[in-house]
């Protein structure tokens, strides 16, 4: 709403400033934070003025208002810009895993197979023309490291010893 000063108010309602400064002083009409009433609290206290306000004047005093509209404006669309181009972002990088999953190949679910502990396979399956299906599988064999000798004469390490075990176990 339209904030009008002291002097403007006077001029609307044709009274005294010191009549609008007796009615602030007393609680009877209340000022806004920039020192200036505001016209539905004149309206409450005087009533409806005589004389019709200019629009000439509320344009002045809503400049203010249209160049924070203005701005406010600049910045909404500024946003919406930046949203605009998040969405696309979104949706390429959307695209680029879509792509990127079909590349990939599915996973192999994990087969297990029966193995009968009586029999072993030391020997081939053969089918039903005598054909090998199936090879046993070689046992792994132990490889140890050529270039890592190990002295014969040198102890095994000791056991750790845990805090509390030092003072209540006997020396090992």
Do not use: C
Not at 2 to 12: A, D, F, P, Q
Not at 45 to 53: A, L, R, S, T
Not at 61 to 68: H, P, Q, Y
Not at 77 to 83: P, S, V
Request: glycine share 2%.
């Amino acid at each position: 709403m339209k904030s009008l000063s002291v002097l403007e108010l006077s001029k609307l309602y044709n009274i005294n400033r010191q009549t609008i400064y007796n009615n602030i002083n007393k609680g009877i009409l209340s000022k806004n934070s920039d020192n200036k009433i505001d016209f539905s609290e004149a309206i409450r206290v005087f009533g409806e003025p005589v004389k019709k306000v200019d629009v000439k004047e509320s344009v002045k005093i809503d400049s203010l208002n249209s160049a924070e509209f203005l701005l406010l404006r600049q910045q909404v669309d500024m946003l919406k810009n930046q949203l605009s181009d998040a969405k696309d972002r979104e949706s390429f990088y959307h695209n680029q895993i879509e792509t990127m999953q079909r590349l990939l190949e599915a996973p192999r679910p994990y087969t297990t197979s029966f193995i009968d502990p009586e029999k072993t396979q030391s020997e081939p399956i053969l089918d039903e023309n005598n054909e090998v299906i199936a090879k046993p599988p070689k046992e792994p064999e132990v490889v140890e490291n050529s270039r890592i000798s190990i002295p014969e004469h040198i102890e095994p390490e000791p056991e750790k010893r845990g805090f509390w075990s030092r003072f209540f176990l006997p020396n090992g």
